[in-house]
């Protein structure tokens, strides 16, 4: 009988930050469709209440990336090596998962990347993680900590452009996250069953292929 080799793959840390940014960003996301279109959208309530949610799911998520950021920096010390892509990733390794991705794995092919704790990614997902952890969430952070502190950072926020310069960049930015959600669900359903992946964000064991 075919059986699956065990990886400890997700550390508590790690699990416990995963489903609270998760609330949090899903939080963020349904609240800020209330605050953009209250007309048309009504999910909690009044438009006060939409707003209140989302500045306070907004500090929820930005303390729980400076937790993320501090474990992997001072705690793992792995944070390039977990998230930085290497010059052989990006030229071959990008590539052959897209394959993957889009093509083999319908036809039941292994996948190019094993994970290990000390390379949990393949090439496209560190490409897509860099951008999301490193460039996207801390833009659409400090966008948000800006608008939030109009009063006292006023002249800041006109140096920068002006506020529909920075809620134009803020919407945008959300606009990519919301986009990533779905084709993040969509990608954690590609394991050897459509749960595998979500069952170890739960309990920190990944299986792999089949021995």
């Known amino acids: 009988m075919a059986r699956h080799e ?4 997700n550390p508590t840390p790690v699990r416990i930050w995963h489903w609270l940014n998760a609330l949090g ?6 609240t800020g469709i209330q605050i953009r279109w209250p007309e048309f959208l009504n999910f909690f309530g009044t438009y006060k209440a939409a707003v209140s949610l989302h500045n306070t799911a907004g500090i929820v998520v930005s303390i729980s990336y400076l ?32 394959i993957f991705y889009f093509f083999f794995y319908f036809f039941g092919k ?12 393949n090439p496209l997902q560190k490409v897509t993680y ?20 109009i009063g006292p950072l006023r002249e800041a926020i006109i140096t920068m452009g002006g506020l529909k ?8 930015i959300a606009c990519c996250f919301t986009a990533f959600l779905f084709i993040h669900v969509y990608l ?24």
């Open 6 to 9: 065990k990886i400890y793959l």
């Open 25 to 30: 960003i899903i939080t963020l996301t349904l």
């Open 67 to 98: 937790l993320w950021i501090a474990y992997y920096i001072f705690v793992t010390g792995s944070l390039l090596k977990i998230y930085v892509p290497t010059v052989d990733e990006l030229k071959y390794g990008l590539f052959r998962q897209a």
């Open 110 to 121: 292994p996948n190019p990347h094993s994970p290990t704790p000390e390379n949990k990614f």
């Open 130 to 149: 860099l951008m999301i952890m490193l460039l996207l969430l801390p833009l659409v952070i400090a966008t948000g900590l800006l608008i939030m502190n």
């Open 165 to 172: 310069l920075l809620d134009g960049a803020h919407y945008l």
């Open 188 to 211: 954690a359903t590609l394991g050897h069953t459509p749960f595998a992946h979500t069952k170890s964000m739960w309990t920190g064991w990944e299986e792999g292929e089949e021995k």
